[in-house]
């Protein structure tokens, strides 16, 4: 497959590597392919865990320059690249959309809008303070300074195979980390694309890498190699547990960002079309494959009928199609495994007396394009209800009370994201305070900017990304007792 690339280096098949373009060491490779009909992009390199542990020697070289490096010479680096890939946001949405199935506008959207997080954390590089703190007797002070915790490693899923890096990486290097970054090998080329830009922006040999190849090998690399100090993922809940055990041996640092299971409540009192809207963009975005995609929406009885008919008429107005081609709303499923798991979830729903409003089925578009799906009927036991379904499928659930569906909107071991629309002022706040989620939209449907703390609670995941939080997960405190004064 060839892409119409303004600048056709950014689309490269070599890993990056402490400053240089590499293959494999035994020329192993794995292919990327268009989710739109399976046709070959490239062949990225299955570097294996003997380089990424020399990419790993290689970053805390790096590391050690790039931390003495003064704050505002880091922004400056991070704010090039920030530059480049706005200027550059046509073609890498274009490697995303090909890569990945995205529509396009959806691509660079990502792109642009995931970029401003190495705008915002260069501008936080310079505010890394510190702290002087009156000391217990007359002659002490006590002085708090933040470092940088070291080299880093970052593991990107496929979803957003552009915003999930720039997310990471802004806030590492600006606090004076070194990163390695494992790219979903489904994806990996957009991250590959970012590295070009790095180099072009001046981020320094080493300081930033990304690895491509089989997960596991480089994941237990990460984990147990001591020159690692933190690890920050997103990704599925299971391989996050996987990686906070491997990495409990040499106590490193976790961010986690893992799945959700959120609750979109609509209450009576609720602008409805508002709501509908926020639906559509919280549920349909990505064929909704996000983690914070609504994957359960309660509707208050008394508003139920009217919510769902206006729901219809959105649903039935999105188009299915190539992510290139103008006017498409929703490109194919990932892979197989995601049509399996939808197909699973809307036959379970069937089988305990859900009913199928619109969709249910395979697009007859082929491949891995699913119809997007409403069903009515839906109760707190079926497979929608618990698990994530990560795919373009909107059960509606009935509720009579306010109580009622706060508990039933808690009733999950996740905790990423939430979502209510009401008008009532006391009930904004009580609700807001009650739901058991790292973030909560209230009448939005859209969350996640550079300028707020994205992050999960429960078996969510720990820790923040974007805002002035985002930073302290890539700092140690460290005190200073000053004596003698
Ligand atoms: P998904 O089901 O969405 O693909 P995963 O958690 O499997 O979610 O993938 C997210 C990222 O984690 C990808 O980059 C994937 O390659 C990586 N990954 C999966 N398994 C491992 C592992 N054992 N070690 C390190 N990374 C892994």
Redesign the pocket.
């Known amino acids: 497959r060839t892409l119409a690339l303004k600048d056709p280096a950014l689309l490269t098949d070599k890993a990056f590597v402490a400053g240089a373009w590499i293959g494999a060491p035994d020329g192993k490779s794995i292919a990327v392919t268009d989710p739109f009909d399976g046709a070959l992009i490239a062949n990225v390199p299955d570097l294996g865990q003997a380089v990424v542990a020399q990419a790993i020697d290689a970053a805390a070289e790096a590391q050690k320059l790039w931390e003495r490096r003064t704050a505002k010479e880091r922004a400056q680096v991070l704010k090039r690249w920030y530059d480049l890939i706005v200027e550059n946001a046509d073609d890498l949405a274009l490697i995303l959309t090909t890569e990945q199935g995205k529509p396009l506008a959806e691509a660079r959207g990502e792109v642009v809008s995931n970029a401003a997080y190495l705008e915002w954390f260069a501008e936080e590089a310079k505010r890394i303070d510190g702290d002087i703190i009156p000391g217990p007797n007359a002659g002490q002070r006590i002085m708090v300074l933040k470092q940088p915790v070291g080299v880093c490693a970052a593991?990107?899923?496929?979803?957003f195979p552009n915003g999930m890096i720039t997310r990471k990486a802004g806030p590492a290097l600006a606090a004076g980390c070194s990163m390695i970054l494992?790219?979903?090998?489904?994806t990996p080329l957009s991250a590959l694309a970012l590295a070009v830009l790095a180099e072009r922006a001046g981020v320094p040999k080493g300081v930033f890498s990304v690895v491509t190849g089989e997960?596991?090998p480089?994941?237990?690399e990460?984990?147990h190699n001591p020159r690692i100090a933190k690890i920050t993922?997103?990704?599925?809940t299971?391989?996050?547990r996987?990686?906070m055990k491997e990495a409990a041996g040499g106590i490193k640092r976790l961010s986690l960002e893992l799945g959700g299971n959120a609750p979109f409540i609509v209450f009576d009192d609720a602008d409805l079309d508002a709501a509908v809207e926020g639906a559509m963009i919280s549920k349909f975005r990505n064929a909704g494959q996000t983690c914070v995609c609504a994957n359960r929406i309660y509707v208050q009885e008394s508003v139920a009928a009217a919510f769902t008919e206006r729901l219809l008429a959105k649903v039935s107005g999105l188009s299915l199609g190539r992510g290139t081609d103008a006017g498409v709303s929703q490109g194919p499923l990932?892979d197989e495994?995601a049509v399996a798991k939808m197909e699973e979830h809307i036959a379970d729903a069937m089988a305990n007396g859900g009913t199928v409003l619109t969709g249910g089925k395979r697009s007859v578009l082929g491949g891995t394009f699913f119809e997007p799906t409403v069903v009515t009927g839906v109760t707190q036991t079926m497979k929608v209800a618990k698990e994530e379904t990560?795919a373009p499928l909107a059960p509606i659930i009935s509720f009579k009370h306010e109580n009622d569906v706060i508990a039933m909107a808690n009733d999950s071991e996740f905790g990423l994201a939430s979502y209510f629309y009401a008008k009532d002022m006391a009930r904004i706040w009580r609700v807001a305070e009650a739901l058991e989620a790292g973030m909560v939209g209230v009448n939005t449907g859209m969350i996640a900017n550079e300028m707020a703390p994205f992050g999960g609670i429960k078996q969510s995941g720990t820790g923040r990304e974007g805002s002035k939080y985002g930073i302290e997960g890539f700092l140690e405190l460290k005190y200073v007792a000053l004596g003698g004064m």
Request: glycine share 14%.
């Open positions: 593991i990107t899923p496929w979803n494992k790219p979903a090998s489904q997960a596991k480089i994941g237990l990460f984990c993922f997103t990704g599925s299971g391989v996050g996987w990686l990932i495994k990560f």
